[in-house]
């Protein structure tokens, strides 16, 4: 049976913590943030996680 493989674009975007939880960054940060207020921009800074929901979803797709 051939390996199994990842989807990279997955594996760049999604870290797992030690505890298990999938963290990755953002939307919306790129570009375009002359117009995004300064409080917006700072929130947008921080890392989030992943839902309960659709961490298996994301588990799947970068093989852990």
């Known amino acids: ?3 199994m493989k990842s989807r990279r674009g997955a594996k760049k975007r999604f870290r797992v913590t030690a505890t298990g939880k999938i963290k990755h960054r953002r939307n919306y940060k790129s570009h375009i943030l002359t ?14 996680y992943v839902d309960a929901v659709d961490a298996p979803r994301v588990h799947k797709m970068i093989l852990e």
């Open 35 to 48: 117009k995004k207020s300064a409080k917006r921009k700072r929130k947008l800074r921080k890392y989030r």
């Open 1 to 3: 049976m051939p390996k």
